[in-house]
Each structure stands twice: as structure tokens, then as C-alpha cells.
């Protein structure tokens, strides 16, 4: 590890997070009702997302940490430019080649991370006035809280043996926090997967002050 920032997340495929089946289809309805063109995809793994973006129509540039995930991506998507760049990482690197972007998103990102305010810190300096931020992860409420202790998957769902895998836990009004104290205006919530309140992951749009 380098700076509190996990190296291997583990990429070998092209194959699309599980996540994506749910998340995906949110986030490309949301950055469509933006009216948004350029779009940076933060910490964007082996490109999956940023596939769909591109066929969506967007004009999409992937910024990731893991190495193999930037290859990956890079081989799978010739047609879009991958940097191997992390939120810890100088935005102004970033900014040497790219204009600034319309919307930043960062999918199952942020629960990652040793230092989270890393994250809407970069997107923040890389964001054109009043451009967006799209941030997902998984959601926690007090109903999906009490049915994951009543059913004992506490273990299974803090990935508690992966290196690298999930050592922040989110409540919709903590992340609205981080972000509204790094720079933006929460503007739109919502939840993904499973029946409401028991989401698998929720949605935070934000916008730039």
C-alpha cells in the first residue's frame, strides 16, 4: 500500500461488476436528465461503465489506481482513455491532458477508501462550475441495518477478509455530510436493488458550489 491507498483490487476480467445489473441503469437515467456531455468515470476498475457510457453517447475518460484494472480497460476499450490515476492522486495531473468535465461519477467507490474526502476533493478540482457528482454505494438505514442483524450476515457483508474491500459504512445523511463539507450541494437521492429502504446501494447526485 502507498499512502493509505490499496493497490490490487483484484481486476482479471472484462466482466462487469455485479453491481452494474443495478446501478448502471440509475446512473445513466440521472446523468441523461443533466443534459451532461463529458463525463469523467472516477476510479472506473476495468472500464465496464465506461463501455456503457460511451454507448450511450458520452464522451467519457476513466480515471483508475489499480494497474491491472487501467490495462484491462485500456485493451477492452481502445476507443477511450484510461489514466492510472487515484482520488489521491494531484488533479492537476489529470488536468495536463483533459478539460474540465460536466459530471464526475464514481460507482461502489467510496466505501473503499481510507481518506473518502479524497474523493469529492478531486472531482471537485476536475468539475466545470456547477457540474455534478454522481456517487453510489451501498446503502444503510435502519431497516436494512435490523434485518442484516436479524438474519446474522453482519460477516457476510462487511467483507470483513478482502483485502481492499469495504471499510466504510454509509448512511445517506453521512455521505450527504462528506460531500456538502467538500464542496457541493446534495441535490438528488435515490435507491437501487432490492425493495425500498432495503437498497442494495443508493445514489447521491450533487452539484458544485
Known amino acids: 500500500m502507498v499512502d493509505n491507498a490499496v493497490e490490487d483490487y483484484g481486476w482479471t476480467s472484462t466482466e462487469s461488476p455485479h453491481s452494474c ?7 445513466l437515467a440521472k446523468l441523461k436528465a443533466l443534459s451532461v456531455k463529458r463525463i469523467l468515470d472516477l ?9 456503457q457510457l ?3 453517447g458520452y464522451q467519457v475518460v476513466g480515471v483508475e489506481y489499480d494497474k491491472n484494472g487501467v490495462e484491462i480497460a485500456r485493451t477492452s476499450s481502445p476507443g477511450i482513455v484510461f489514466y492510472n490515476f487515484g482520488v489521491q492522486s494531484d488533479p492537476a495531473q489529470l488536468l495536463a491532458h483533459e478539460e474540465q468535465f460536466d459530471a464526475v461519477v464514481s460507482t461502489e467507490v467510496v466505501e473503499h477508501l481510507f481518506s473518502p474526502h479524497l474523493l469529492p476533493t478531486y472531482a471537485w478540482s476536475v468539475l466545470r462550475q456547477d457540474g455534478y457528482l454522481i456517487v453510489t454505494t451501498p446503502y444503510h438505514g435502519y431497516l436494512k441495518n435490523l434485518v442484516l442483524s436479524i438474519l446474522n450476515h453482519w460477516d457476510k457483508h462487511h467483507t470483513a477478509l478482502w483485502h481492499g474491500g469495504h471499510i466504510k459504512f454509509w448512511s445517506r445523511a453521512t455521505l450527504t455530510r462528506l460531500l456538502s463539507e467538500n464542496g457541493f450541494r ?24
Do not use: E, T
Not at 21 to 27: C, D, G, I, L, R
Not at 43 to 51: D, F, I, P, T, Y
Not at 192 to 199: D, E, F
Open 54 to 56: 460511451v454507448a450511450a
Open 43 to 51: 476510479a472506473s476498475g476495468n472500464g465496464a461503465l465506461c463501455r
Open 186 to 209: 446534495v441535490v438528488g437521492f435515490g435507491g437501487v436493488g432490492r425493495l425500498p429502504y432495503l437498497w442494495k446501494s443508493m445514489v447521491l447526485v450533487a452539484q458544485k458550489k
Open 21 to 27: 445489473s443495478y446501478v448502471a441503469p440509475y446512473v
